[in-house]
T-cell receptor, first 117, second 109 residues
């Protein structure tokens, strides 16, 4: 296991199109997080899963965004009807759940850079 | 409100000089504080966390609850320290991180 992976690494789409990103976490990690990072900003939390359950969603996650983690392993983040303001780096991170060693250490993927034209 | 403030967007020092990257936080409970680093063309990675109290690559950070600060320090900067540094906090059982905007450290030869 070489760490968290994300696919694709880059995505260019036209406004109004739907896009889907995939994240594969470290295999033994049961928590999976999605963040968004825009230019000049730090990553901002979007949502997280513990196993297959989506436990929290940020107010940043509009109803055009949906995330799934169907079998508690990989996760997908879909953006419907993309807008230019969605252009950002989308980061995925994984960790063990609380109560286990390295409780809050999150391991990040390389990110998917989305450009909406 | 939960917030992390990194007042410097860019910090430029010469090799061998001391460096201090500032981080202040706002959180009502007892947060866990972290420093993450992103080298050029690499992913975000954990540098250190306050509860482990260890020194990584010569960097240390002390949590000062009175001043709500978690400044990152290194006595002698190296060129390979040039990177983007993010301070982050985690509070509550959900564990999501709240990041500052980051400070770009440039170490000149």
């Amino acid at each position: 296991d070489t760490g968290v992976s994300q696919d694709p690494r880059h995505k260019i789409t036209k406004r109004g199109q739907n896009v889907t990103f995939r994240c594969d976490p470290i295999s033994e990690h049961n928590r999976l997080y999605w963040y968004r990072q825009t230019l000049g900003q730090g990553p901002e939390f979007l949502t997280y899963f513990q196993n297959e359950a989506q436990l929290e969603k940020s107010r940043l996650l509009s109803d055009r965004f949906s995330a799934e983690r169907p079998k508690g392993s990989f996760s997908t983040l879909e953006i419907q009807r993309t807008e230019q303001g969605d252009s950002a780096m989308y980061l995925c991170a994984s960790s063990l759940a609380p109560g286990v060693r390295d409780t809050y250490e999150q391991y990040f993927g390389p990110g998917t850079r989305l450009t909406v034209t | 409100a939960q917030r992390v403030t990194q007042p410097e967007k860019l910090l430029s020092v010469f090799k061998g000089a001391p460096v201090e990257l500032k981080c202040n936080y706002s959180y009502s409970g007892s947060p866990e504080l972290f420093w993450y680093v992103q080298y050029s063309r690499q992913r975000l990675q954990l540098l250190l966390r306050h509860i482990s109290r260890e020194s990584i690559k010569g960097f240390t950070a002390d949590l000062n609850k009175g001043e709500t600060s978690f400044h990152l320090k290194k006595p002698f900067a190296q060129e390979e320290d040039s990177a983007m540094y993010y301070c982050a906090l985690s509070g509550g059982s959900q564990g999501n991180l709240i990041f500052g905007k980051g400070t770009k450290l440039s170490v000149k030869p």
